[in-house]
């Protein structure tokens, strides 16, 4: 999903939740919190409503009401609400959208206000994804890696090893079985990238890629660099689309659900694509179409990190309700409850005792080759960087897509992501 930066004067600090109207407390007794929710897939929002219900029978003095949202436009939204005095109590939304709220005094921090039940299920790098400037501003709670979607016929034809959680492809590997794949007329991959920033930046962790490198001293600025291991996983992309012809071109301005009419036809053998897209494979394949969730390819040694941008609950900094919003999250985030919005979404929860589920380690759908990812998952390489997506629109999204076409070479990919990029990176530094 697409998000716009906040107004320049939020990048300098100068947007503060002091300046919204003061919300005025509740009369009588009982509280309501206003829980805005992006759920969008049906069995998600049902889970959201069902876990709300619950908890308003349970609690009738602090009544929750469902808001529903959506993720496009989001970003937007929550500015306009932040500003105008009239967040949600309870915010849903995403890690990588969050650090212009949290650096600009939106969203309240969490530290004191979790219990330890919840603090502890919840391993220590997750929690990396929503601390900014030492305060957590969210609850990371449902999380997707990327992984290859495959035709399993066309795998078993090529007669290519099938990698496992355990066994893994390198990225020569992927190629060479990509090479393998590329006959009668199918391509061996499809990759969608209109959105070419963030597949880039997180599978590029598994070679050792950075970009974005803080400063040691009293400023901690951040900086781009596009170095070796930074360009490994773009060189990959660039040559099955350009060199190697096993990547199919037509699919670089595709989004992922794009993709999925000529892989059920049969066009490419593997996808590359977030975990959740499972349910929609499972709602659209053609009857008797056989498909299979394969690993994504991993770096030297076996690395299979991969940088992810979790969804998150937050809370409104100008709430007047902080400990009883807290409250209701703790009731949303039980195990069991977390198990129920995993299976909605399709996708893995953060907490421990709730990745341990066997509803959630079954082969059925793939699910059994998520869960065995979950442990190399770590915070998205732009997590807490300033003017993040003012580079992405702006900078990295156009140069990757040129680059990716064949328009431009690694030279000027390099030159315009570091040189142009920092200058954008700068202005929200000074």
């Given at each position: 999903?697409r998000?716009?930066?906040?107004?320049?004067?939020?990048?300098?600090?100068?947007?503060?939740?002091g300046?919204a109207?003061?919300?005025?407390?509740?009369?009588?007794?009982?509280?309501?919190?206003?829980?805005?929710?992006?759920?969008?897939q049906?069995?998600?929002?049902?889970?959201?409503?069902?876990?709300?219900?619950?908890?308003?029978?349970?609690?009738?003095?602090?009544?929750?009401?469902?808001?529903?949202g959506?993720?496009?436009?989001?970003?937007?939204?929550?500015?306009?609400s932040?500003?105008?005095?009239?967040?949600?109590?309870?915010?849903?939304?995403?890690?990588?959208?969050l650090?212009?709220?949290?650096?600009?005094?939106?969203?309240?921090d969490?530290?004191d206000?979790?219990?330890?039940?919840?603090?502890?299920?919840?391993?220590?790098?997750?929690?990396?994804?929503?601390t900014?400037?030492?305060?957590?501003?969210?609850?990371?709670?449902?999380?997707?890696?990327?992984?290859?979607?495959?035709?399993?016929?066309?795998?078993?034809?090529?007669?290519?090893?099938?990698?496992?959680a355990?066994?893994?492809?390198?990225?020569?590997?992927?190629e060479?079985?990509?090479?393998?794949?590329?006959?009668?007329?199918?391509?061996?991959?499809?990759?969608?990238?209109?959105e070419?920033?963030?597949?880039?930046?997180?599978?590029?962790?598994?070679?050792?890629?950075?970009?974005?490198?803080?400063?040691?001293g009293?400023?901690?600025?951040?900086?781009?660099?596009?170095?070796?291991?930074?360009?490994?996983?773009?060189?990959?992309?660039?040559?099955?689309?350009?060199?190697?012809?096993?990547?199919?071109?037509?699919?670089?301005?595709?989004g992922?659900?794009?993709t999925?009419?000529?892989?059920?036809?049969?066009?490419?053998?593997?996808?590359?694509l977030?975990?959740?897209?499972?349910q929609q494979?499972?709602?659209?394949?053609?009857?008797?179409?056989?498909?299979?969730?394969?690993?994504?390819?991993?770096?030297?040694?076996?690395?299979?990190?991969?940088?992810?941008?979790?969804?998150?609950?937050?809370?409104?900094?100008?709430?007047?309700?902080?400990?009883?919003?807290?409250?209701?999250?703790?009731?949303?985030?039980?195990?069991?409850?977390?198990?129920?919005?995993?299976?909605?979404?399709?996708?893995?929860?953060?907490?421990?005792?709730?990745?341990?589920?066997?509803?959630?380690?079954?082969?059925?759908?793939?699910?059994?080759?998520?869960?065995?990812?979950?442990?190399?998952?770590?915070?998205?390489?732009?997590?807490?960087?300033?003017?993040?997506?003012?580079w992405?629109?702006k900078?990295?999204?156009?140069?990757?897509?040129?680059?990716?076409?064949?328009?431009?070479?690694?030279?000027?990919?390099?030159?315009r992501?570091?040189?142009?990029?920092?200058l954008?990176?700068?202005?929200?530094q000074?």
């Amino acid at each position: 999903m697409r998000r716009r930066t906040l107004l320049a004067a939020s990048a300098t600090g100068a947007l503060l939740s002091g300046c919204a109207p003061e919300r005025r407390r509740a009369t009588g007794g009982r509280i309501t919190l206003r829980f805005q929710s992006l759920a969008w897939q049906q069995e998600s929002v049902a889970a959201n409503k069902q876990l709300v219900g619950e908890w308003n029978v349970a609690h009738p003095d602090i009544r929750v009401e469902y808001v529903q949202g959506s993720w496009d436009g989001v970003h937007d939204q929550l500015l306009t609400s932040f500003e105008g005095g009239e967040a949600p109590d309870i915010i849903h939304d995403a890690t990588d959208d969050l650090a212009d709220f949290a650096y600009g005094g939106y969203l309240a921090d969490l530290t004191d206000l979790l219990p330890r039940r919840l603090k502890d299920e919840i391993p220590p790098r997750t929690w990396q994804t929503a601390t900014f400037g030492g305060g957590v501003h969210g609850v990371p709670f449902l999380q997707e890696p990327r992984v290859l979607i495959a035709n399993r016929a066309l795998l078993e034809r090529a007669r290519v090893r099938i990698p496992t959680a355990e066994r893994p492809w390198s990225w020569a590997e992927f190629e060479d079985a990509a090479e393998a794949l590329t006959r009668d007329g199918a391509y061996g991959v499809a990759w969608p990238l209109k959105e070419p920033v963030s597949a880039t930046l997180n599978l590029s962790l598994s070679t050792g890629g950075k970009i974005f490198h803080r400063g040691r001293g009293a400023d901690g600025k951040v900086t781009v660099r596009f170095d070796a291991a930074d360009q490994r996983v773009p060189r990959v992309i660039h040559d099955q689309l350009g060199g190697d012809r096993t990547a199919a071109r037509t699919t670089l301005g595709m989004g992922g659900s794009d993709t999925l009419p000529g892989f059920f036809g049969g066009k490419y053998a593997m996808v590359p694509l977030g975990f959740s897209y499972r349910q929609q494979i499972v709602q659209q394949a053609p009857k008797g179409f056989a498909w299979t969730v394969l690993p994504s390819p991993a770096g030297p040694g076996g690395d299979q990190r991969q940088g992810v941008s979790p969804q998150t609950l937050s809370i409104a900094a100008d709430s007047p309700y902080q400990r009883e919003a807290a409250r209701f999250i703790d009731f949303f985030l039980r195990p069991p409850h977390m198990v129920r919005l995993a299976r909605g979404d399709w996708m893995l929860p953060t907490g421990r005792t709730a990745l341990r589920d066997p509803a959630l380690r079954t082969r059925r759908h793939g699910w059994a080759t998520g869960t065995a990812l979950a442990g190399q998952l770590r915070p998205a390489p732009a997590q807490t960087v300033r003017g993040y997506p003012e580079w992405k629109d702006k900078v990295a999204t156009p140069a990757l897509q040129e680059y990716y076409s064949g328009a431009i070479g690694m030279g000027e990919l390099r030159e315009r992501l570091v040189d142009d990029g920092n200058l954008v990176l700068a202005r929200y530094q000074r």
